[in-house]
């Protein structure tokens, strides 16, 4: 019997103590991985993730107002259309059971493990192997998979004082629905994407909202409305209906908010447009009007989508600071020209840890280095975003440079997975035990992608984001349009990866 993604395990069962394949993540990437696996015939495989189900970010990001910010049409499998989403920009719940019911119906569940978390990954090279402690126990596996995700580990700010705050705090994405906001004086740091959701929510019960706001997004209206009854029914009985559905919207948002805007600033005119008659319409005070506009290009940071962020704002019970803060007291925050406000909960909306990856630190390839050791001397890159030099059999989805502003990311992901799966049908074709891509031609990679970021909106548009890591390259997003990051994956290109065959190793046994 398959288990549940929606029950935990009650009583794990042992982990294997070997497998081919080992999965870390049971997000969208993680689960697609698994289901594709399984249609290739091939079993010997497992899934581990530290939750207790199925879901990833979706599982964990249980936030008031949590929900996609890319249409509910393009988020999903392309595999496993969903006829029944109930509006056109999902909330989480639906996202969270739509993942449920794909993982249940593949029927691949008997292979994942819950509640074990990765704790470290070493490369063996004398039994060509990686090594992998988990929280219940090792596991060895010819090929890694890493699958955690980008927006996985919560990133805290550096605050003097906030270790010794009082009340309540929490990250959006470690939210505390035991303890209850009606009534309370909060606080939230922030105004990214998790921040434009909580706000609106968190105003119709806090006593008081204090929003503190660092830079000003750019935010476009919502086209969000209910499908109805007929629209969904046609989704389901007409051949093609959503499908069709689901290619006009890829194109409108490749078009609109995608590469044309991402290189050429100037065509973010008419959006800005659209994001200043958005703040017109419910914001009239001039003051907090100039705060909420943003002084950067659009496009530079992330575009967000919200209806009712600005009403937020401007009700009487909701103050917006953009004083910096100099630190948190025990009931308090204190910013930089000496006010204290009080406040009962603060809730960090920060975002995550994108440009320095928490995992990278407890996988370690050849000769012992580190991912992070690696990232640290050569800059966060991947080729292909799936392979790093001197990692051998280790494969990222949503690795460097795979990220999305504008568009779904599942597209990205099912892109890689089928480079996955062409790489490992390559390697048993040949009967090859190891692949890993050439210095040159990671090099080349990653090279002619910044050449094409110094170009981009994200560069040149004036703003700092979270896209950028510590040296100001864009190590996160993909300076391309998507349907050219699938076509680049379509198939493995061994040519470009140094493999050895399936006898014992040696140095001279590796080939081109």
């Not at 691949?108 to 063996?124: K, N, P, Q, Y």
């Not at 909420?292 to 401007?314: E, M």
């Not at 040949?430 to 050439?438: D, F, L």
């Not at 990679?445 to 864009?474: A, E, F, I, P």
Request: hydrophobic residues 40%; proline residues 6%; aromatic residues 10%.
């Amino acid at each position: 019997m398959t288990q549940s993604a929606a029950e935990p395990l009650s009583a794990p069962r042992p982990l294997p103590g070997q497998v081919r394949t080992l999965v870390v993540g049971a997000g969208f990437a993680g689960l697609g991985m698994a289901i594709k696996l399984q249609e290739s015939a091939d079993t010997d495989f497992l899934v581990i993730d530290k939750g207790e189900e199925v879901g990833g970010t979706w599982r964990d990001n249980t936030y008031p107002g949590a929900a996609c910010d890319v249409p509910s049409q393009l988020y999903s499998y392309s595999f496993a259309l969903n006829p029944d989403w109930s509006q056109t920009y999902s909330p989480q719940p639906e996202i969270q059971q739509y993942i449920r019911n794909v993982a249940d119906r593949a029927g691949v569940l008997d292979r994942f493990a819950f509640g074990t978390a990765a704790e470290d990954a070493r490369w063996d090279e004398d039994t060509r192997r990686w090594r992998v402690t988990t929280s219940r126990g090792p596991v060895e596996a010819e090929v890694l998979v890493l699958a955690a995700g980008a927006l996985s580990e919560p990133k805290l700010p550096d605050i003097e004082g906030i270790e010794g705050f009082q009340g309540a705090v929490f990250h959006s994405a470690q939210w505390d629905h035991d303890y209850d906001l009606s009534g309370k004086r909060v606080a939230v740091i922030g105004t990214g994407a998790s921040a434009i959701q909580i706000v609106p929510e968190l105003a119709k019960v806090a006593a008081h909202l204090d929003v503190y706001q660092r830079t000003a997004p750019w935010v476009m209206p919502r086209m969000q409305r209910p499908y109805t009854r007929v629209e969904k029914a046609i989704f389901r009985h007409v051949p093609g209906a959503q499908r069709l559905q689901r290619t006009a919207i890829y194109w409108l948002m490749e078009g609109m908010v995608g590469p044309p805007l991402h290189h050429n600033p100037r065509f973010g005119f008419h959006l800005a447009r659209l994001c200043r008659a958005n703040i017109s319409r419910a914001i009239k005070d001039p003051e907090l009007k100039a705060k909420v506009t943003p002084h950067f290009t659009v496009g530079c940071k992330r575009i967000l989508f919200s209806n009712d962020w600005y009403p937020a704002l401007a009700r009487p019970d909701v103050d917006l600071v953009t004083d910096p803060i100099a630190k948190v007291t025990a009931h308090g925050i204190v910013t930089a020209d000496g006010t204290e406000r009080d406040i009962d909960a603060l809730v960090i909306a920060t975002g995550f840890h994108t440009t320095d990856l928490p995992i990278a630190e407890h996988v370690a390839g050849r000769d012992g280095v580190t991912l992070a050791g690696y990232f640290d001397t050569h800059g966060m890159q991947a080729y292909k975003g799936a392979t790093v030099s001197g990692f051998p059999n280790m494969f990222f989805i949503v690795g460097p440079n795979t990220g999305l502003g504008h568009s779904s990311m599942v597209f990205m992901i099912e892109a890689q997975i089928a480079y996955i799966m062409d790489a490992l049908r390559t390697m048993e074709e040949h009967g090859w035990a190891t692949v890993e891509p050439k210095p040159d031609a990671q090099r080349a990679w990653n090279d002619d992608l910044q050449t094409r970021m110094r170009r981009t909106v994200w560069t040149t548009g004036g703003c700092s984001s979270w896209y950028l890591d510590k040296h100001g390259r864009n190590t996160t997003l993909w300076p391309r349009t998507t349907f050219k990051f699938r076509d680049l994956l379509k198939s493995f290109d061994p040519e470009q990866y140094v493999v050895t065959a399936t006898e014992p190793a040696n140095e001279e046994e590796r080939v081109a």
